[in-house]
């Protein structure tokens, strides 16, 4: 089929996607919420098999956290086009009365809409493309949805990474950027340095305490100039807790750290850097807990030459792709990291996530889908 009628069939079914998105957006799913994950799977579930009985579909437990779900298509001996998304959103529970989801002329509002439900109804509209044209993807289809992804993807990763080994490519469907799809992803680390002083009496014998909050605070310019942002990378002190009481030293201070980076050279030059801090009060003991979560999603040939390709796709029914590359991070992460080529941020334009003006642009889906349609079948 060409572009044009592909943009045709999808416009034809713009009530029922729209419709689908706003189903699936008000099964709420903060992260943690291990009944409404599984709400959520079982929409998603139903939705394939609407689609197709053939389709193979596996639910994954996570302990205290959901259902990952697995869905295998169009089988082949060939390496499989690994779609990725997650069901899990910032928003608690209740926040739609906040935020409902709602039409307002082009925009389409809703928590955890763009981020990255409307994604999910994206993948369900390409399958049933081919199924209901009699057509296929020109590799095996295999979709994994994790449910922690937010979080951290500590119980999403290894099935993640179990998928990558076994793909030829990966497109991910999180949010786009202003429509542009994403080429590069910043690598995330979460770190807690802690301090353990002594408490005293703060007016009547102080200087029996070692105060840790006098400490921690000694060490936040250092942590900061870690950072190299000519290089991609960010260092950043965002939580401080300390003390008990006005009038006690406090015996204890912790501190959480953001770090961001580019290369994984830098991600290793960071945390040795962290682990290498000492107490200058010789009183107190420091302790550094947490790790390198995501790798960089570098910018490769491999990943310039899909995006390529995705851009003039794009532009045989005149529907501009751009592209750029970003400090948040994703579970294409991990993919990129066994050297597959990933495109990501190829959901449907909109803004907004995290927020209360979470939304997505209606005159976008059909092109996104047809754009999606298309790079299955090259």
């Known amino acids: 089929m060409t572009p044009t009628e592909i943009l045709k069939y999808y416009e034809g079914r713009s009530d029922e ?11 709420e799913s903060p992260s943690r919420d291990a009944a409404q994950s599984k709400l959520v799977v079982d929409w998603i579930e139903n939705k ?3 689609v197709s009985a053939d389709f193979e579909i596996k639910r994954i437990a996570a302990e205290g956290l959901g259902e990952h779900i697995l869905i ?4 082949s001996e060939a390496k499989h086009t690994l779609l990725l998304g997650h069901t899990d959103t910032v928003h608690p529970i209740g926040t739609n009365v906040k935020n409902p989801t709602r039409n307002d002329g082009d925009k389409f509002y809703g928590c955890g809409i ?10 369900i509209e390409a399958l049933r493309f081919f199924t209901e044209t009699n057509t296929a993807p020109i590799s095996p289809i295999t979709i994994l949805l994790s449910c922690d992804e937010e979080i951290g993807s500590h119980s999403g990763r290894p099935i993640v990474e179990r998928e990558a080994v076994k793909a030829a490519r990966c497109f991910v469907f999180e949010p786009s950027a202003d429509g542009k799809v994403k080429t590069g992803r910043k690598g995330t680390g979460t770190f807690s340095l802690h301090a353990h002083g002594a408490p005293a009496h703060a007016g009547l014998e102080p ?8 400490e921690l605070a000694r060490h936040i310019e250092h942590i900061h100039s870690i950072a190299q942002p000519e290089l991609g990378t960010t260092v950043n002190v965002t939580t401080f807790h300390g003390g008990t009481t006005t009038n006690v030293i406090p015996e204890h201070a912790s501190c959480e750290i953001d770090v961001r980076f580019s290369s994984a050279d830098e991600a290793a030059r ?3 850097e962290l682990r290498s801090l000492t107490a200058i009060d010789s009183r107190v003991s420091l302790e550094l807990g947490g790790e390198i979560n995501r790798p ?12 390529e390709k995705a851009r003039d796709l794009a532009a045989g029914f005149d529907y501009e792709l751009g592209e750029t590359q970003v400090g948040g991070a994703s579970d294409g992460n991990f993919v990129a990291a066994f050297g597959v080529p990933v495109l990501d941020g190829l959901g449907i334009t909109g ?3 995290h927020t209360l003006d979470e939304h997505i642009l209606v005159s976008d889906i059909a092109k996104r889908a047809t754009l999606v349609t298309m790079m299955m079948c090259q």
């Open 48 to 50: 394939f098999r609407e």
């Open 72 to 75: 295998r298509a169009f089988p």
């Open 296 to 307: 960089p999603m570098e910018r490769t040939d491999a990943i310039v030459a899909h995006y």
């Open 17 to 27: 996607i729209i419709a689908a998105v706003r189903e699936l957006v008000d099964i």
């Open 114 to 123: 763009f981020d990255m439900k409307s994604g999910i109804v994206l993948m």
């Open 270 to 272: 960071v945390e040795s």
């Open 351 to 353: 803004a907004g996530a």
């Open 207 to 214: 200087e029996k305490g070692a105060n840790a909050v006098a």
